[in-house]
């Protein structure tokens, strides 16, 4: 039971190219998330998806397209980045049945240059 | 939309003794969760406590407790015999019972136990 897993852990990436951030859980839940992690400014959440098939934007989505590819996994794409998308990335599930207790991953650290 | 507030951006506290993280937020719901996360420099997001709106008795763990006062909007953290594995980011985090449970995180608070 590996939880909720990351790739990558650290990109560098040049202002105007693309990537995709990748997480999977194994935890059989529904509703997952991306969030942003800024210093000073806590988490931020970007998208999240209550369950396959379904997502919907967050407080920070400008920049950001999301894929629900199945239950277990969530990608989050960033088409043309920018140096203000240098941040720590977390992927996050959550279940009904451990009283919402939200299961992060180990976070991907970006940098735009 | 809900906001959450700390107000304490950093802590320091000597080994052994008793430290209290404040929190406050701004809702109109009336049922809703509160939790405490603990970020080690290791950057992984841990769970430390939780507090369900509706049950009146403070939620506790071992070292940790809370106060949570419903009617002032207040949620702080009590960390007593305070050990060096409790230097981390804490952060404050609200959720509503309906609505896709979407956290909302406050700016956090960096405790630093000195030995």
């Known amino acids: 039971n590996a939880g909720v897993t990351q790739t990558p852990k650290f990109q560098v990436l040049k202002t105007g190219q693309s990537m995709t951030l990748q997480c999977a859980q194994d935890m059989n839940h529904n509703s997952m998330y991306w969030y942003r992690q800024d210093p000073g400014m806590g988490l931020r959440l970007i998208y999240y998806s209550a369950s396959e098939g379904t997502t919907d934007k967050g407080e920070v989505p400008n920049g950001y397209n999301v894929s629900r590819l199945n239950k277990r996994e969530f990608s989050l794409r960033l088409e043309s980045a920018a140096p203000s998308q240098t941040s720590v990335y977390f992927c996050?599930?959550?279940?009904?049945?451990?009283?919402?207790?939200?299961?992060f991953g180990p976070g991907t650290r970006l940098t735009v240059t | 939309a809900q906001t959450v507030t700390q107000s304490q951006p950093e802590m320091s506290v000597q080994e052994a003794e008793t430290v209290t993280l404040s929190c406050t937020y701004d809702t109109s719901e009336n049922n809703y969760y509160l939790f405490w996360y603990k970020q080690p420099p290791s950057r992984q997001m841990i769970l430390v406590i939780r507090?369900?709106?509706?049950?009146?008795q403070n939620a506790t763990e071992n070292r940790f407790s809370v106060n949570f006062q419903k009617a002032a909007k207040s949620f702080s953290l009590k960390i007593s015999d305070s050990q060096l594995g409790d230097t981390a980011m804490y952060f404050c985090a609200f959720m509503p019972h309906f609505g896709n449970e979407k956290l909302t995180f406050g700016t956090g608070t960096r405790l630093t136990i000195i030995p």
């Open positions: 996050a599930s959550i279940a009904a049945t451990t009283l919402y207790e939200q299961y």
């Open positions: 507090q369900e709106a509706y049950k009146q």
